[in-house]
């Protein structure tokens, strides 16, 4: 019995050191991780024009990351020229939209492509009258290609990226900083405690207190933080910067802090929505909000128009 509760404690007291290390390597990781990102801040530069080389779609990606917040600009936009309107609610096809009037001369590729879709003409072809917002179209290519210059111009990083200069290969403070000093004492440890049960001739009990000892050494000595990834912001300090930038800018067009009585232009719509969310649409048109996710009953039941 005594055996046994030997190499019972000589596992707590392995486990116990992994853990601290383990906890050690973590802290670790979070100082390297704060150290970048406070460098990154400290070298960023922005160029002056860099809010109006970018624009909305860009701008939206770095808050928002997606083609969301550049269709909810959009259709903001629309809504607000006049060119997007909802059908009466005792018509025919609730909760539908469609395009009215004629397109903004300075209309975009998507801001065309969802008008066109929306138009009476497209709508009268499917059988229907008007088009549910959720079912106009999505700009993911012009997310995509938004999101490809944010990395290649180093306003974003590809996602998942992970903190540069860990201790896998072994190379410079890496390795170092991660050894891991209580696993390798409770390693030691090992020594005396296979000595005293193979003199006891605890045999089993003796191999299995090596094999401990091997495992809290093996775990001592890898270097490897493949169990510990720290990721970096998918923005970096210069994408932040230019965001603070904008928002500084375009800070009138802040709902929490416009006037109720002000309504917005239609021009400075998308950009509004970009930098300060889907809260702009509310004060544009309630509707839009309300009519945006797409139920999970389907409305388009027997009967419908």
């Not at 965001?243 to 509004?272: G, I, K, Q």
Request: hydrophobic share 45%.
């Amino acid at each position: 019995m005594t055996d046994w509760l030997i190499l019972a404690g000589y596992l707590v007291i392995a486990v116990t050191a992994m853990s601290i290390d383990g906890i050690g390597r973590a802290h670790a990781e979070d100082a390297r991780l704060e150290a970048f990102v406070a460098e990154d801040r400290r070298s960023a530069v922005v160029e002056p024009d860099a809010v109006e080389r970018l624009g909305p779609v860009e701008l939206g990606c770095l808050i928002s990351s997606g083609p969301s917040s550049a269709k909810q600009g959009v259709v903001g936009r629309l809504v607000a020229d006049g060119a997007l309107r909802r059908l009466p609610p005792d018509g025919p096809g609730p909760q539908r939209w469609v395009a009215r009037g004629r397109l903004p001369e300075d209309a975009d590729d998507f801001e065309r492509e969802l008008w066109t879709a929306a138009a009476q003409s497209r709508a009268h072809s499917v059988g229907r009258r008007g088009h549910y917002l959720w079912d106009l179209p999505d700009p993911v290519g012009l997310a995509r290609a938004a999101e490809a210059r944010l990395i290649s111009e180093d306003y974003a990083r590809q996602p998942g990226e992970l903190l540069p200069g860990g201790g896998g290969d072994g190379d410079g403070d890496g390795g170092q900083r991660h050894r891991g000093r209580w696993s390798t004492a409770a390693a030691a440890v090992a020594v005396p405690v296979v000595t005293l049960l193979l003199l006891d001739h605890a045999w089993v009990r003796a191999v299995l207190a090596l094999l401990i000892g091997a495992f809290t050494l093996d775990a001592a000595s890898n270097p490897s933080d493949s169990i510990l990834p720290r990721r970096l912001p998918a923005r970096t300090a210069k994408g932040e910067l230019v965001l603070h930038m904008a928002r500084e800018r375009f800070a009138d067009l802040n709902p929490a802090t416009r006037p109720a009585s002000e309504a917005y232009d239609a021009r400075t719509v998308r950009m509004a929505v970009a930098l300060f969310g889907s809260a702009v649409l509310e004060r544009i048109d309630d509707r839009i909000l309300a009519d945006w996710d797409q139920p999970t009953v389907h409305l388009d039941g027997p009967g419908a128009d």
